[in-house]
């Protein structure tokens, strides 16, 4: 198993990259009348070295692109409605709801995820849509926080993203997000593990090639967090990267590092232009 799993990625690296993409022509349009981007142009900063930007979408099979067409099919959807109940229950010594301040997520939550990862002026940090919502859990609620990449937190993210979908993928990388930007880009082309693989060899220089059983795509994150038919829960980003890095037999970074928070400030502005889609569905 082990000799044909390193077989099956030796092949997989000496495939040319003879066709471009592998993706289908497919399109996804959601409960009939939410038609979402895609594929778009790449964004300037990967025009050295791709043409399109292509959602993980089109790289599953028809059964598995089926379920995103439909919020009664999308199971996503089911831990989204677990995190409305949530937005509504008081927690914490406040007392206070997600609601008390924030009323609709379908009013105030809109556009949010696609400027997350975003560069926090008052507290000095880069903040994912996850750290945000601890900081209003912990400061503003006197609530705990979620564990990174937990099921709630995932769920919240996943009720957040929701209200976005449709609208573009758009993270600011310059001004004081440039540093986590360049520490983002470095980690994913730093060969990890025994493999000596880096998130380009795969995503960026083999997409649309098979490795064992799996149509690679190129890593987008922009349908995150994802349902997993493999493991019927949603996913986090980063608990999706430490899987990759794991599967080139490397140590892992873990889900809220400060490694993790710049790769996927990174690796979500390789998808500006993209629909945001969380929940996705993914195998
Ligand atoms: C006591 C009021 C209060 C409560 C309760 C509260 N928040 Fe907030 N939240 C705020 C304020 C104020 C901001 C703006 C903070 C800032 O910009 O630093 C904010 C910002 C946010 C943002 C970022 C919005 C953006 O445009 O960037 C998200 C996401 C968020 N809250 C989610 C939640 C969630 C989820 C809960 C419940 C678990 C919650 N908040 C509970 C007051 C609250
Ligand atoms: C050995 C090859 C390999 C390496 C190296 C690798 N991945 Fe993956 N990755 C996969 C496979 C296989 C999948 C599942 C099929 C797909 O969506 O591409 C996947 C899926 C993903 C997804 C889910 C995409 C979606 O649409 O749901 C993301 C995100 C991702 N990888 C990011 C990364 C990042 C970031 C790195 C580097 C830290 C990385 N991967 C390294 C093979 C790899």
């Not at 981007?37 to 959602?55: F, G, R, W, Y």
């Not at 990862?117 to 994912?128: F, I, L, Q, V, Y």
């Not at 990174?148 to 996943?158: I, K, Q, R, T, W």
Request: glycine letters at 8%; hydrophobic letters at 35%.
């Amino acid at each position: 198993m082990k000799f044909r799993a390193l077989t099956a990625v030796a092949a997989l690296l000496l495939a040319p990259a003879a066709f471009a993409g592998g993706a289908d022509d497919d399109t996804l349009t959601i409960n009939g009348d939410l038609d979402m981007v895609t594929k778009a142009a790449a964004p300037d900063h990967l025009s050295d070295v791709l043409d399109e930007v292509i959602s993980g979408w089109h790289f599953r099979s028809d059964e598995t692109q089926q379920l995103q067409t439909d919020d009664f099919e999308n199971q996503g959807m089911i831990f989204v409605d677990q995190a409305i109940d949530q937005w509504n229950t008081a927690e914490g010594t406040e007392g206070k709801s997600c609601a008390d301040c924030h009323s609709d997520p379908a009013d105030s939550m809109v556009g949010v995820t696609t400027t997350y990862p975003k560069w926090n002026e008052d507290a000095g940090e880069m903040r994912t849509v996850q750290m945000q919502v601890n900081d209003c859990r912990t400061n503003r609620m006197g609530a705990e926080a979620w564990k990174y990449d937990a099921g709630a937190a995932v769920s919240m993210e996943a009720l957040i993203a929701s209200v976005s979908r449709g609208m573009p993928v758009d993270v600011a990388i310059d001004g004081p997000a440039a540093e986590y930007w360049e520490a983002g880009k470095d980690i994913y082309y730093t060969r990890y593990g025994q493999l000596e693989l880096s998130c380009a060899n795969c995503h960026e220089q083999n997409y649309g090639n098979y490795i064992r059983a799996d149509h690679l795509s190129q890593g987008q994150i922009n349908g995150f967090p994802t349902y997993r038919l493999k493991n019927a829960q949603l996913n986090g980003a980063h608990s999706r990267f430490k899987g990759c890095i794991r599967d080139t037999r490397a140590e892992t970074f873990s889900a809220g590092s400060d490694e993790f928070i710049a790769l996927e400030l990174y690796v979500k502005s390789r998808g500006n232009g993209l629909s945001v889609e969380g929940p996705s569905v993914r195998n």
